[in-house]
């Protein structure tokens, strides 16, 4: 199974070939003055390929719910700030809701891991990384591109 990435935009292409939409995802981020881009929801391709916007208020590490996606691939970047994202395995994680209409379960408790993501890098996250995005001291704007697996 894929896990997670972690790395700078430069190196975006080297994992086109993870995902058939990637490309297209890969091309907007390359084209697109992302920090003109306002708050909201972008779509690319209609249940395929949509940019979430997100202005975010600060959140602490306990703060910051795990998360997972079944049916998405999170392409995730901060654009005007450091944020820190905790991590932990999927299999690793309790059973859980799954909310269909949001393709999003919930977990209690805290991150095993926490990666620190700058301005110029992104992460992918799978479907088998709970992830627990949005941990800064001061609030970020945040691009999320969500990518039909």
């Known amino acids: 199974t894929k896990t997670m990435v972690l790395d700078n935009l430069k190196n975006l ?3 086109e070939s993870l995902n058939p939409l990637f490309a297209k995802a890969f091309d907007y981020i390359e084209s697109t003055d992302l920090k003109a881009l306002e708050p909201g929801k972008i779509i690319l391709i209609e249940n395929e390929l949509i940019v ?3 202005q975010i208020g600060p959140k602490t590490k306990e703060e ?3 998360e997972t996606h079944d049916e ?5 970047l901060p654009l005007t700030d450091v944020e820190v994202m905790g991590y ?3 299999a690793d994680l309790p059973d859980a809701e799954y909310d269909a209409a949001i393709d ?3 977990y209690d408790g805290a991150a095993t891991d926490y990666i620190t993501v700058k301005p110029g890098m992104f992460a992918l996250f799978f479907p088998e990384d709970g992830h627990a995005p949005g941990i800064t001291p001061v609030g970020l704007k945040k691009i999320i591109i969500k990518v039909k697996k």
């Open 104 to 106: 999003m379960t919930l």
């Open 72 to 76: 998405f691939v999170d392409i995730q």
């Open 13 to 15: 292409r080297d994992y």
């Open 88 to 90: 932990t395995q999927r």
């Open 64 to 66: 910051a719910k795990l």
């Open 52 to 54: 979430n916007v997100s």
